[in-house]
């Protein structure tokens, strides 16, 4: 079983920044990338950022020079620096993994997810 821990969710004003972070914990063997996805009232869940294990980042165009993603040393955290929001960063924010859990193939594992709302 593997549980994803989210912090660092809220309101912040247009222009400011908000820190979330996401420990997994649980059976993991290894994790070979993590991530952040969003999802807006009546839109698609969409990619924001991820990282493979070799801490390669990837990111969506939208939020390219605002938004960092890192993992902590322990590399089962992952942290998302998001600056100089907008309103349309305004989501739901899941954290998520791609990993190896005892007794199961690799498999996606999702957060419960956490409201960023930035109010203009």
């Known amino acids: 079983q593997v549980e994803l821990v989210e912090c660092g969710g809220g309101l912040v004003q247009d222009g400011g920044s908000l820190r979330r972070s996401c420990v997994a914990s649980?059976?993991?063997?290894?994790?070979?990338?993590m991530g952040w996805y969003r999802q807006a009232p009546g839109k698609q869940r969409e990619l924001v950022a991820t990282?493979?294990?070799?801490?390669?980042?990837d990111y969506a165009d939208s939020v390219k020079g605002r938004f960092t993603i890192s993992r902590g040393d322990a590399k089962n955290t992952l942290y998302l620096q998001m600056n100089s929001l907008k309103p349309e960063d305004t989501a739901v924010y899941y954290c998520?993994?791609?990993?190896?859990?005892?007794?199961?193939?690799?498999?996606?594992?999702w957060g419960r997810g956490t409201q960023v709302t930035v109010s203009s």
């Open positions: 998520y993994i791609r990993g190896l859990v005892v007794g199961r193939p690799y498999a996606d594992y």
């Open positions: 649980g059976s993991i063997v290894s994790i070979t990338t």
């Open positions: 990282i493979t294990s070799g801490s390669f980042p």
